[in-house]
Structures are given as C-alpha cells and as structure tokens.
C-alpha cells in the first residue's frame, strides 16, 4: 500500500456530520510575545492616559467646580456656601445651581454670548462648509490651474486666527481701510465702523472666519473625494447622469465618514472661537461669546473660577447637542438596511 493510499480516509457515510476542520486561525493567536505584548499595551494605554489627562479629568473637574464658589486659592471643602457671608469668606465652598443661576438671571453678557455663538455654528454650517465642499468640487475636477487655487484657498488656514484678526482689521480700517476706500466712504463723517459698531461687527468677524474654514473644509473635502473610486462616476456617466446628480446621488453618499468628521470639526472651531473677537476688541460691545467670557472669569481680573467652569459647562452642552444629534442621525442611516 502506497503513502497516498494509506493517508486518504473513506468517505463519511450519509447523514454523519462533517468533521470539524482544523482551528488555523487559532494557532495563530495562541500565545502573544513579551515584546508584542508591551507594543500592545504601549498602543492602547498612551493615548488612553493622554486622553483621561488632557480631556477626561479636565473636563469632569470643571463639571465639579461649576458647582463651587471658588476664586482658585485656597482649599475646596464640602460646606455648603451661607448667603450671608462676603464671598472671600465664602471661597471654596459648595454653590450648587446658583452659578447657573446666576449666569441665566444675573449677567447680562450670558444671552448674548450664547446667541453669537449659535449663530456663528449656522454661519459655519450653511455658508462655509457648503463653500468649502463648491470649491473642493471645482478643484477636483482639474480644471486649468487648480493646484494654483487650492494653495490660495488654503493659505488663510495656514496662519494664525490672531494674524488673520490683524490683517482684517487693516481691511475694516474706518479711515483707512480696503473696505471703506472702495466704497467711497472713508476719512468722512459717512465712513462705516465696521469693528466698532455691534450691529455690524459680529458679521464683519464672521466674514474672517468663514474666509479661513472655507479652505480647511476644502482640504478635507478633497481628501474624500480622491479617495473615491473612479468606477462609480463612470457607472453614473453610462446611466446617463449629470454631474450635479453623480455628486449628491453617488460621490456624497460615498463621502458619509468624511461629512461626519466635517460635522464634527466645524461645531467645535464654531463654539471655541476665540481669537477673532479678543484681537478686534476683547470680545465685547457686540461680540461677546461664551469662550470670551470663561476666560474673562477664569484668569481675568474677578478670578471666579466656579462661575467660569459653569459657563464652560454649558459651552461643552452646547457642543454635544449638535454632534450628538448629527452622528445618531448617521450611525442610524449605516444601520438602516
């Protein structure tokens, strides 16, 4: 009998279960070295400690001091605060809702702040986010000197929202300005005080702004569509669709990943603008925003450290609203069959 003969094994007879095969791929996660083992845990636990130290604590010891009156010196203690006190002999004790409270009755910079800062996400969301994705479109489809244009485009996010503050502040110049110049209205009495006046300045700021996230959503939308595959315009192109249904029928459907990271990005570069309104006039006499005002009370001169973390809770509420509502509306549409 020869070696083949003797290793083939006679059929299983009918009805009898197949015999299990062997477990490859077990084998090959048996066992796990030191060295992998160290590799895995530096991959995991890095990030994991970076995030619970820059993200995770920070932000639940903010929670925790919005509910203290504490002006950042001395000890916190668990007393609740008495109302009869003077607030420096009150420092460091529990408030409860009242910085809340007070934010919502008592300071008359809070509504307006969080207005500017809503209205500066809509800004965001339906002018420069859609401008962004236009010229991302036009560039990817090569036309003549497109390199050219996306570095002009993209130049703005490559300086700093303070220089870009400066640099705008020469275009809004009442007396000297671009602006005014080429409407014919400076170095009169008829000039427009563009920063100056807060019917006007929080527009003229948003126009900075939207001038500088056009081009980092360009970028990203670019990424996205060079990563799609170029079967699926030619398939549109045969069914005999034009660009505008390819794009939003085929290309932005395809693109769900990158409109939520999108999503993501412009409500957190919405709700920390900063910048802009310190550099044009410390953001107040029109553009007051809740990032303004927890600075002002955190390392400003009052020094209300339990006040401030209140009013940074409730900027952090307003950010998880719209990105919670965005990605369940997403993560339903890939669930959906």
Known sequence: MNTATRSRRPPAPAGAPAAPRPARRSRRLRHLTAGDRVVAGLLLGVPLLLALAFVWIPALGTVLLSFTRWNGVGDLHTKACDPTLPPILNNGCVNGVQNYHQAATNYP??????????????????????????????????????????????????????????????????????????????????????????????????????????????????????????????????????????????IFPVMRPINVVIMVITVIESLRAFDLVYITNKGINGLELLSVLVTANIVGETQRVGFGSALGVVLLLISLVPISLFLRQTFRGEDTP
């Open 109 to 250: 910079e809070f509504w307006p702040a969080v207005q500017h800062n809503l209205i500066w996400l809509a800004v965001f969301v339906a002018i420069a986010t859609p401008l962004g994705m236009l010229f991302a479109v036009v560039i990817d489809r090569g036309i003549r000197g497109s390199r050219m244009y996306q570095s002009i485009l993209f130049l703005p996010v490559m300086l700093s929202l303070a220089l870009v503050g400066i640099m705008w502040e020469f275009m809004y110049s009442q007396d000297f300005g671009v602006i005014n110049t080429v409407l014919g209205r400076n170095g009169d009495s008829n000039a427009i005080d563009w920063l100056g006046n807060p019917h006007l300045n929080l527009w003229a700021v948003l126009l900075e702004a939207t001038w500088r996230q056009a081009g980092y959503v360009m970028v990203l939308y670019l990424a996205g569509l060079k990563a799609i595959d170029p079967t699926l315009r030619e398939a549109a192109l045969i069914d005999g669709a034009n660009a505008w249904q390819t794009f939003w029928r085929v």
